[in-house]
C-alpha cells in the first residue's frame, strides 16, 4: 500500500483540539507480522475517513514494543499514530529490560499508557512508580494515557472519589518532578476489563463527568481527557455523554472492520452535536 505523507491533524499543527479520541491497544496478542498487517489495515481506514483526515477524530495505536518503529511509521502516513504500552521511569541507566521515554519517542511513539491494571495486578504498581512513569513521559513530550478504575463495582460517587485520587497521586507526583501537560485519562473499571460487556453507558457517562471536570480543573490539564476502557467496542459510543471524549479500545478493535465502525459512530456522534447545537 502507498499512501501520501501525513495530513497533519488540528492538534498536531496547534489549532483546534480533537473532538473524540480512539486508542486500541493491541496487548501481546499480535506476532510481529500480524501487527503489522493490522497498522497498514488501520491505516488504509485512517487515510479514507474524513474525521480522522480533518483532526476531529484523534486516532492511535499501541502495539507491542519491537513493532513501534514500522507501526509509527505506517500510521503516520495516514494521519494516526503510535506509543508504547508502558515506559520506565527513568530515561536511561542500569535498568536490565526495561525501556525509557526518551528511547519510545526516538522510534516514532507519540503515547505512553501508564497504570494499566494488568501493571498494577500482575507487576505490583502502585501510584508512586505510576506517578514516576506519567512524568517520564510528559519529560520525553509523549502523551500519556493513564488508566484508572476502582476494582469493585460500587456507586458512581465511590468511582469518582476513588479514579480522582489515582488522577491526583500521578499528576502530583509528575508536578514535583517537573511540569505536566495534557494527558489522555482512560476510565477501566478493574471489574468491567475482559468481561461480556462494558459497565452501563449511564454509569460510565456519570462517573467520566465527574473525573472531567476534576482533571481539567487541575493546572496545566485544560486540554486533557478522559475516554472509556474496559470492554468497549462497535455500538457504545453513540450512548454515552459528551463527557465522555472517546473509547479506549481492546479486543473489540483487534478486528479493522470493527474498529472502522467505531470510527463511524464516532464522527456521527460529532455530526449530530452539531446539528443539536
Given amino acids: 500500500m502507498s499512501l501520501p505523507a501525513k495530513n497533519p491533524s488540528a492538534s498536531a499543527v496547534g489549532t483546534a483540539p480533537p473532538k473524540a479520541i480512539i486508542g486500541v491497544s493491541l496487548k501481546m496478542y499480535f506476532g510481529y507480522e500480524r501487527t503489522l498487517e493490522y497498522c497498514r489495515e488501520v491505516a488504509t481506514i485512517a487515510f479514507a475517513h474524513p474525521a480522522v483526515q480533518s483532526g476531529d477524530i484523534e486516532l492511535f495505536v499501541l502495539p507491542t514494543l519491537p513493532v513501534l518503529p514500522e507501526a509509527a511509521r505506517i500510521l503516520g502516513t495516514a494521519g494516526a499514530a503510535a506509543g508504547a504500552q508502558d515506559i520506565f521511569w527513568e530515561d536511561e541507566g542500569p535498568y536490565t529490560g526495561e525501556v525509557g521515554g526518551k528511547t519510545v519517542a ?125 470492554s468497549a467496542g462497535p455500538g457504545l459510543i453513540g450512548q454515552l455523554d459528551s463527557a465522555v471524549a472517546g473509547l479506549f479500545l481492546g479486543r473489540f478493535a483487534h478486528d479493522p472492520k470493527a474498529l472502522k465502525t467505531i470510527l463511524d459512530e464516532a464522527a456521527a456522534r460529532l455530526t449530530a452535536k452539531k446539528v443539536a447545537a
Fill in 106 to 230: 526516538e522510534l516514532g511513539g507519540r503515547y505512553a499508557e501508564v497504570g494499566h491494571a494488568e501493571r498494577r495486578r500482575i507487576f505490583g504498581e502502585d501510584d508512586t512508580v505510576i506517578g514516576l512513569k506519567a512524568a517520564a513521559a510528559y519529560r520525553n513530550r509523549l502523551t500519556p494515557v493513564l488508566c484508572v478504575g476502582e476494582l469493585q463495582q460500587g456507586s458512581v460517587e465511590e468511582a469518582v472519589t476513588r479514579c480522582s485520587a489515582e488522577i491526583d497521586a500521578a499528576l502530583n507526583r509528575a508536578q514535583s518532578l517537573g511540569s505536566a501537560s495534557r494527558t489522555i485519562v482512560a476510565y477501566e473499571p478493574q471489574w468491567a476489563i475482559g468481561a461480556p460487556e462494558p459497565a452501563t453507558p449511564q454509569y460510565i457517562s456519570a462517573v467520566i463527568g465527574g473525573l472531567d471536570a476534576h482533571l481539567r480543573s487541575l493546572s496545566g490539564q485544560a486540554d486533557s481527557r478522559v475516554i472509556y476502557g474496559g
